[in-house]
């Protein structure tokens, strides 16, 4: 008798656990990812696996955040936040830099990696340094504020003349320097290659993906780039996410990732 | 060895008992078996394993340094290539500028641009200006005036030529830009269509070529790319440039000084991984080619132990089984004593001493055995896969040389071609641009005249030209050496039609052709003479020891003579015209002369350095540390190549190789020798002209065996000391049982075949068994044999299970059914004669097969005999001993032959040896010659009755030598086959019994007869011996006492003696019965019935007395008369 009213009691418990747990073991996590960034975010075609830093990311977030499934989502610089505001992903983790601006749109992590602003060039323009970028024509990729940066770093080293920055369009600059846009890091790339640009300026681990024997990197580093992982600002995941985030660059995890991708 | 004590007690014996009392004990020593021999197992197969994992581990890391060193050497060719290439597009370029006359800037347009591309072979060109402008193009779709282009302008800032660079467009075509400045603010771009080329140089530089080479017998080398992680080379499942993560690779690999296990097409391998270059490379070796080797050793380290563990607890189960059967007790230790109950001593735990002294020369063979056959096998394992791996180091080395002549051979060829070309382009150049370098001015400091040569009549000969005028060659020609300097060639020399030299670009200004046949430039005659009209030579050393390629080609050049009787130069155009009627000057003679060059040394250098050995070399791997050597087929034996630059030029016996191992046949020679103290595997094989060979060091091989070596040998202690001590313990409850047993059978009857002990007139004791039986392979039921003679019996079970499953894996892999790597080597491996490991396994393997083979030969014999009868069998008898004794003198010779003995002088030697024991084995020879004689003939037969000399017994064997009898008693006398003479073979179906029995003389004669008449048929039923009779033969003899008749009666031979006495017990009962006496002598006794006495005095007696002794002290000696012979 006594042997039975426990095994029930057990039951109980056990059954009231349970649901405990199961309302949180269900789901996807749909996160937004690259598919052109080495280390960060690559797509096999072949296939059809995703490998980087990024992915990695995303898994544990998974994990932590007590989702089943994970579904990457392959988005780019200029349908990312798209997809976001759609609802067609819950987060990004795309190489995404935390300007001010997206930040007063968007509820970013703690930033996951630093990076800097390059510029890739050809040898065969014999561009060697900042100076020589006067007259040029400099690629940038959409979305970014790359032009900006540019401009305002050649203007401080007196490269081009002052300019008004409230009415800045990058490809209405005319100041010393004009900029090209576009839309994808292998668009962007053959136009350096073709020499359609003299110049291109990017993230620093995105060039990496693009050098060859003919390019070089200017040795100026423009500005710091913040990745992190954006979601809506109303989203219930963000804190929960900020949280882990945190955790795991004390605790060493994400230098631990970083190590492991080689970036 | 212990004595078996018996006791009895009058304790009711526990039948019931005996069965169950076997099972636990029989339970508990299986548990401690499995036990054992099952934590040894694991023991050694995972000392085992990881010793092998760690030897590959070091392996690919000394791999790997060679890997990484190819690498840079392809690198370096890469650039090399790369930088070829583009010399020779600028220079072509540049030749074709210099060809269309050096251009002034006015003249340069769209068609002298289209010339010049079509010429210099470019798929577009165009002439730009320093801003970009463009004044000339061709096909060429390009806006200069982009940054992208500045490297072509920025020429015109003192670089006359352009760094050259790719463009490759968005579907795949690399287009490759070159930039000349030709005219002073203008630079010629010419665009070549670089997608080809650039497939070319990868596909001899690249990774796959790289890697390819660097792969041993079960290695391989993949490569990873550290920006895309893709394969860029992995040969297995060709899974090159395929995605790396995909397919077998994780992240965590890819990370400088990797090492780990990878699986790629369902197969491990262990790899070693470095970073090189922004990518990362593995040396892979497959995980399981010495897991076969490794599993093989233990499988068989494990059974024998196993064997043994089991050998050890059958014999401690027989005996104690056998001792409840007979109710013995054994003599025993107790090593733990407890009080029981009712206060008595018990002993806990025992230790069966005769047991225990029995199994232990067991257990310690079996220690030793299984440490020496996991240090032979270990030996084995290692030797045969570096030998097999040295064997193959040295064939791809000889097919790789062989391989790389022809590539050399070929590649001569092509350059020969590209050399030519460039000669037949400066020839057009000049042919064109005759000005470039003739129109002498004698007031130039290079100018020289040629000297003039006279003949008898004092007229000149030489030195003069057609016109009359002096003729002139130039030195150091500034144009020439400006050709010749980006063109990359050594010289250029020009030489007119009487074989002088024209012009030059150094210093040689007056020299001729040579008119010796065997001189260099002999050979260039033959285009003055119109004969050919080029000459490519082979490249060649000259006197100061520097390497020259010298090529010719047809140069024709036009003269006239100038207004001023001078000598003119005109180009080839003008004298198209004159062909044409276009020309109005003075008439031009057309000459033939040759344009010569002679390539760069470095360029040559270059090309037939990959052929050559030392390149080859460095690039071949051996296993571990070992390295490469190569010697020439002088006498000596000269080194050409080996890893230390010391040895180079010494003769190969300094450096440790033997002159064995330079076979002139082709052969590979394999071999062991010791260099400078240390121990190596040496192969050499003879290639295209060069020994070529590959050493191992033998430490390395040896490093972990010795380490395995001592676990077996302590693991097989433990298991066995533990199985000893189970066998030889028994606790307090079989002890009871043991005392309280009476046995189920309290004796067993001595079986002919047992041992027993017998005392030495020594003092010492040994068990023998009874002659009668020790030829005799009479079969003891098993019940029946002693302990010992059962666990003789599986012994020898066991181990001939355990040698024809040794027969049979040697006969199925030398049939090719199954593989097993030791027995293909030890068969097949080309090892040298001599007392290595090599000859005694294979001595060893043939000889187990032979004594197989022989002893189911015989086994099959025996039977076969046994059943056809005595001469059947008696033959088969013989042919057996000719097999043993065969099989025995092969044996001996084949080790021998093995061991590296000239068996064939041996052989020789034994015939003249066996002379000389002819002579003294000549009863030996008598001997056998008897036996066969004894045998075709059949005077007797092994089972007849014969009787020789005294000894009558039964025919026990026939052998080649002596034959044995043995008698009623059992005793066995042996003769020597020459000694068995006068032979009575009473062997019949049947004999006469006979006896003599005595009558009274009295006695009625026809009475007896009667008697006789009636209780023979009686005498006959109560003898069932008799076969006829008995009868009687009448009255054998009138004896002095008796009359004596005779009665017969047939029986069997053997029956025979028995039978006389069973008649003579008859016939005294019927004559007791019908009172017929058997006479016998009488003695009769008479007595004196008076004695007389003798009449002597008492000093008569006195004087006797006296008489006797002096008689006595005459002659002591002669005493000794009769009866006393001392």
Request: charged letters at 20%; proline letters at 2%.
């Given at each position: 008798m006594k042997k039975r009213i426990f095994v029930l009691a057990l039951g109980c418990a056990a059954a009231l656990l349970l649901s405990a747990c199961g309302s949180a073991l269900s789901g996807t996590l749909r996160v937004g990812v690259k598919t052109d960034v080495a280390n960060f975010g690559l797509l096999d075609e072949e296939s059809g696996q995703f490998s980087g830093m990024e992915i990695d990311l995303a898994e544990l977030l998974r994990r932590e955040l007590g989702y089943r499934n994970l579904e990457l989502v392959a988005v780019t610089s200029s349908n990312r936040e798209e997809k976001l505001v759609d609802g067609e992903i819950d987060m990004m983790i795309a190489t995404v830099t935390m300007t001010e601006e997206r930040r007063a749109a968007y509820s970013f992590s703690a930033p996951y990696y630093t990076d800097h602003v390059k510029i890739m060039v050809e040898k065969s323009s014999l561009i060697d340094e900042i100076g020589d970028l006067r007259g040029c024509t400099v690629g940038v990729m959409q979305e970014t504020n790359h032009a900006l940066t540019l401009a305002r770093y050649l203007a401080a080293r007196r490269v081009i003349p002052d300019f008004d920055e409230a009415?800045?369009?990058?490809?209405?600059?005319?100041?010393?320097?004009?900029?090209?846009?576009?839309?994808?890091?292998?668009?962007?790339?053959?136009?350096?290659?073709?020499?359609?640009?003299?110049?291109?300026?990017?993230?620093?681990?995105?060039?990496?993906?693009?050098?060859?024997?003919?390019?070089?990197?200017?040795?100026?580093?423009?500005?710091?780039?913040?990745?992190?992982?954006?979601?809506?600002?109303?989203?219930?995941?963000?804190?929960?996410?900020?949280?882990?985030?945190?955790?795991?660059?004390?605790?060493?995890?994400?230098?631990?990732?970083?190590?492991?991708?080689?970036? | 060895m212990g004595d078996l004590t018996v006791e009895k007690r009058e304790k009711t014996p526990q039948k019931g008992a005996a069965r169950s009392e076997f099972l636990p004990r029989a339970i508990a020593t299986v548990l401690v078996a499995v036990l054992v021999v099952g934590i040894f197992t694991a023991a050694v197969a995972t000392l085992t394993v990881r010793s092998s994992t760690a030897n590959l581990y070091e392996t690919n890391r000394i791999r790997m340094n060679q890997v990484i060193r190819a690498l840079e050497d392809g690198g370096v060719g890469r650039s090399n290539l790369m930088t070829e290439y583009d010399q020779m597009y600028q220079a072509k370029l540049r030749n074709t500028v210099y060809y269309l006359g050096g251009v002034n800037a006015e003249v340069i347009d769209d068609a002298f641009v289209r010339s010049v591309a079509e010429f210099a072979g470019a798929e577009s060109a165009a002439v730009i200006d320093e801003a970009g402008n463009t004044y000339g193009s061709w096909k060429c779709m390009y806006d200069f005036t982009r940054n992208r282009f500045n490297v072509l302008r920025g020429i015109q800032s003192g670089r006359a030529v352009a760094e050259p660079f790719n463009i490759t467009s968005p579907n795949g075509a690399t287009k490759r830009f070159y930039g000349i400045q030709i005219a002073p603010g203008r630079t010629l771009v010419a665009v070549y269509d670089w997608t080809q080329t650039k497939a070319n140089i990868e596909a001899m530089t690249s990774w796959a070529s790289s890697l390819r080479n660097m792969v041993a017998n079960d290695t391989v080398c993949i490569a990873v790319s550290l920006s895309d992680y893709t394969?860029?080379?992995?040969?297995?499942?060709?899974?090159?440039?395929?995605?790396?993560?995909?397919?077998?690779?994780?992240?965590?690999?890819?990370?400088?000084?990797?090492?780990?296990?990878?699986?790629?097409?369902?197969?491990?391998?262990?790899?070693?991984?470095?970073?090189?270059?922004?990518?990362?490379?593995?040396?892979?070796?497959?995980?399981?080619?010495?897991?076969?080797?490794?599993?093989?050793?233990?499988?068989?380290?494990?059974?024998?132990?196993?064997?043994?563990?089991?050998?050890?607890?059958?014999?401690?189960?027989?005996?104690?089984?056998?001792?409840?059967?007979?109710?013995?007790?054994?003599?025993?230790?107790?090593?733990?004593?407890?009080?029981?109950?009712?206060?008595?001593?018990?002993?806990?735990?025992?230790?069966?001493?005769?047991?225990?002294?029995?199994?232990?020369?067991?257990?310690?063979?079996?220690?030793?055995?299984?440490?020496?056959?996991?240090?032979?096998?270990?030996?084995?394992?290692?030797?045969?896969?570096?030998?097999?791996?040295?064997?193959?180091?040295?064939?791809?080395?000889?097919?790789?040389?062989?391989?790389?002549?022809?590539?050399?051979?070929?590649?001569?060829?092509?350059?020969?071609?590209?050399?030519?070309?460039?000669?037949?382009?400066?020839?057009?150049?000049?042919?064109?641009?005759?000005?470039?370098?003739?129109?002498?001015?004698?007031?130039?400091?290079?100018?020289?005249?040629?000297?003039?040569?006279?003949?008898?009549?004092?007229?000149?000969?030489?030195?003069?030209?057609?016109?009359?005028?002096?003729?002139?060659?130039?030195?150091?020609?500034?144009?020439?050496?400006?050709?010749?300097?980006?063109?990359?060639?050594?010289?250029?020399?020009?030489?007119?039609?009487?074989?002088?030299?024209?012009?030059?670009?150094?210093?040689?200004?007056?020299?001729?052709?040579?008119?010796?046949?065997?001189?260099?430039?002999?050979?260039?005659?033959?285009?003055?003479?119109?004969?050919?009209?080029?000459?490519?030579?082979?490249?060649?050393?000259?006197?100061?020891?520097?390497?020259?390629?010298?090529?010719?080609?047809?140069?024709?050049?036009?003269?006239?003579?100038?207004?001023?009787?001078?000598?003119?130069?005109?180009?080839?155009?003008?004298?198209?015209?004159?062909?044409?009627?276009?020309?109005?000057?003075?008439?031009?003679t057309?000459?033939?002369?040759?344009?010569?060059?002679?390539?760069?040394?470095?360029?040559?250098?270059?090309?037939?350095?990959?052929?050559?050995?030392?390149?080859?070399?460095?690039?071949?791997?051996?296993?571990?540390?070992?390295?490469?050597?190569?010697?020439?087929?002088?006498?000596?034996?000269?080194?050409?190549?080996?890893?230390?630059?010391?040895?180079?030029?010494?003769?190969?016996?300094?450096?440790?190789?033997?002159?064995?191992?330079f076979d002139p046949s082709g052969e590979t020679y394999s071999g062991i020798a010791t260099v400078l103290g240390d121990r190596y595997f040496q192969t050499m094989k003879l290639t295209d002209g060069y020994y070529v060979g590959a050493a191992v060091p033998m430490d390395t091989v040896y490093a972990t065996r010795d380490r395995i070596a001592l676990i077996v040998f302590l693991g097989s202690v433990l298991s066995i000391a533990a199985m000893f001590l189970c066998a030889c313990c028994f606790s307090a409850a079989t002890e009871k049982r043991y005392l309280d047993n009476e046995g189920t059978e309290t004796g067993r009857t001595r079986n002919e075949q047992e041992p027993f002990t017998l005392t030495m007139p020594s003092g010492k004791s040994r068990r023998v068994r009874s002659a009668a039986v020790r030829w005799d392979a009479e079969y003891v039921p098993w019940h029946a044999k002693t302990p010992d003679q059962k666990f003789g019996a599986i012994a020898k079970v066991v181990f001939h299970g355990i040698a024809g499953f040794?027969?049979?894996?040697?006969?199925?892999?030398?049939?090719?059914?199954?593989?097993?790597?030791?027995?293909?080597?030890?068969?097949?491996?080309?090892?040298?004669?001599?007392?290595?490991?090599?000859?005694?396994?294979?001595?060893?393997?043939?000889?187990?097969?032979?004594?197989?083979?022989?002893?189911?030969?015989?086994?099959?014999?025996?039977?076969?005999?046994?059943?056809?009868?005595?001469?059947?069998?008696?033959?088969?008898?013989?042919?057996?001993?000719?097999?043993?004794?065969?099989?025995?003198?092969?044996?001996?010779?084949?080790?021998?032959?093995?061991?590296?003995?000239?068996?064939?002088?041996?052989?020789?030697?034994?015939?003249?040896?066996?002379?000389?024991?002819?002579?003294?084995?000549?009863?030996?020879?008598?001997?056998?010659?008897?036996?066969?004689?004894?045998?075709?003939?059949?005077?007797?037969?092994?089972?007849?009755?014969?009787?020789?000399?005294?000894?009558?017994?039964?025919?026990?064997?026939?052998?080649?030598?002596?034959?044995?009898?043995?008698?009623?008693?059992?005793?066995?006398?042996?003769?020597?086959?020459?000694?068995?003479?006068?032979?009575?073979?009473?062997?019949?179906?049947?004999?006469?019994?006979?006896?003599?029995?005595?009558?009274?003389?009295?006695?009625?004669?026809?009475?007896v007869e009667k008697v006789l008449e009636e209780e023979f048929p009686a005498m006959r039923r109560r003898l069932p011996a008799i076969l006829d009779g008995p009868f009687y033969r009448g009255v054998s003899a009138l004896n002095s006492s008796s009359v004596d008749i005779k009665i017969l009666a047939l029986c069997k031979e053997g029956d025979r003696v028995q039978l006389c006495r069973d008649m003579n017990r008859e016939i005294l009962l019927i004559f007791k019965k019908h009172n017929i006496g058997i006479p016998f002598p009488q003695v009769t006794v008479s007595y004196l019935q008076d004695p007389q006495p003798d009449r002597l005095s008492d000093r008569d007696r006195k004087e006797v007395r006296e008489f006797v002794e002096k008689q006595k002290e005459i002659a002591p000696e002669r005493g000794a008369a009769d009866g006393e012979r001392g």
């Open positions: 009415a800045f369009v990058p490809t209405a600059f005319q100041g010393g320097v004009t900029f090209r846009e576009y839309g994808s890091y292998l668009s962007a790339s053959r136009a350096l290659e073709s020499g359609e640009v003299d110049a291109f300026i990017a993230d620093g681990s995105i060039l990496s993906g693009f050098s060859d024997e003919g390019r070089v990197l200017l040795p100026d580093q423009l500005s710091v780039q913040e990745y992190g992982v954006g979601m809506l600002k109303d989203s219930g995941l963000a804190a929960r996410v900020d949280r882990a985030i945190d955790g795991w660059l004390e605790d060493g995890t994400i230098a631990a990732l970083c190590e492991k991708w080689g970036i | 394969f860029l080379y992995n040969p297995i499942g060709d899974l090159t440039g395929h995605g790396a993560l995909q397919n077998g690779m994780e992240i965590e690999y890819l990370r400088d000084g990797f090492e780990g296990e990878l699986t790629f097409g369902g197969q491990r391998y262990v790899a070693v991984g470095r970073e090189w270059n922004g990518a990362m490379v593995y040396v892979l070796t497959r995980a399981d080619t010495n897991m076969g080797d490794d599993a093989l050793m233990i499988a068989l380290v494990c059974a024998v132990l196993a064997v043994f563990v089991a050998l050890v607890a059958i014999y401690g189960g027989i005996t104690h089984v056998d001792n409840l059967r007979m109710g013995r007790v054994p003599s025993y230790l107790t090593l733990l004593w407890k009080k029981d109950r009712d206060g008595a001593r018990r002993g806990v735990l025992n230790f069966n001493r005769s047991t225990a002294g029995k199994v232990l020369p067991i257990a310690l063979i079996g220690v030793v055995v299984v440490t020496g056959l996991a240090f032979y096998l270990r030996s084995l394992n290692a030797l045969s896969s570096i030998a097999t791996e040295a064997n193959w180091t040295t064939d791809e080395l000889s097919s790789m040389l062989e391989q790389n002549n022809q590539d050399a051979a070929s590649m001569n060829e092509e350059y020969k071609d590209i050399f030519l070309n460039e000669c037949i382009q400066l020839k057009d150049i000049l042919e064109e641009h005759p000005e470039y370098v003739f129109n002498y001015d004698p007031e130039q400091p290079n100018v020289h005249q040629q000297p003039l040569t006279y003949n008898d009549a004092g007229q000149v000969t030489a030195g003069l030209d057609l016109y009359g005028n002096l003729c002139w060659s130039v030195s150091d020609h500034p144009f020439l050496q400006e050709l010749a300097e980006y063109n990359t060639i050594h010289k250029i020399s020009v030489f007119d039609e009487y074989g002088r030299i024209m012009a030059t670009n150094d210093g040689g200004w007056s020299f001729t052709l040579s008119n010796d046949p065997q001189g260099q430039s002999y050979e260039f005659w033959e285009i003055l003479a119109d004969h050919r009209d080029t000459v490519t030579q082979d490249m060649s050393i000259d006197d100061e020891g520097n390497e020259n390629q010298y090529l010719g080609v047809a140069f024709y050049y036009y003269t006239v003579q100038g207004p001023d009787g001078a000598t003119g130069y005109v180009s080839k155009a003008d004298y198209q015209r004159q062909i044409d009627g276009a020309w109005d000057g003075p008439p031009i057309k000459h033939r002369g040759i344009m010569q060059i002679s390539i760069v040394p470095e360029r040559l250098r270059n090309i037939t350095d990959t052929a050559s050995l030392s390149y080859v070399a460095d690039h071949t791997t051996v296993h571990g540390t070992g390295y490469v050597c190569i010697f020439d087929t002088s006498e000596d034996h000269l080194c050409v190549y080996s890893h230390s630059a010391t040895h180079l030029g010494m003769p190969a016996a300094d450096i440790g190789y033997s002159p064995d191992a040794l027969f049979l894996a040697i006969v199925l892999c030398r049939l090719g059914l199954i593989s097993v790597d030791v027995i293909n080597y030890v068969y097949e491996g080309v090892w040298s004669r001599g007392l290595n490991i090599f000859a005694l396994t294979n001595g060893v393997f043939t000889l187990i097969i032979l004594f197989e083979v022989a002893g189911l030969l015989e086994k099959a014999i025996k039977v076969v005999t046994s059943n056809a009868g005595s001469r059947t069998e008696t033959l088969g008898h013989l042919f057996c001993s000719v097999i043993r004794y065969g099989v025995a003198i092969f044996s001996v010779f084949y080790i021998l032959y093995l061991c590296g003995l000239d068996t064939q002088s041996l052989i020789a030697s034994a015939g003249i040896f066996s002379l000389v024991i002819g002579f003294g084995a000549q009863s030996l020879i008598q001997d056998i010659l008897a036996g066969i004689f004894i045998v075709f003939e059949g005077e007797f037969r092994v089972g007849d009755i014969v009787t020789v000399g005294d000894f009558r017994g039964n025919v026990l064997e026939i052998g080649l030598r002596t034959t044995k009898i043995e008698d009623i008693t059992k005793n066995i006398k042996v003769f020597n086959n020459s000694n068995l003479s006068g032979i009575i073979n009473m062997t019949k179906e049947a004999s006469y019994a006979s006896i003599d029995v005595g009558i009274e003389y009295g006695e009625s004669l026809e009475r």
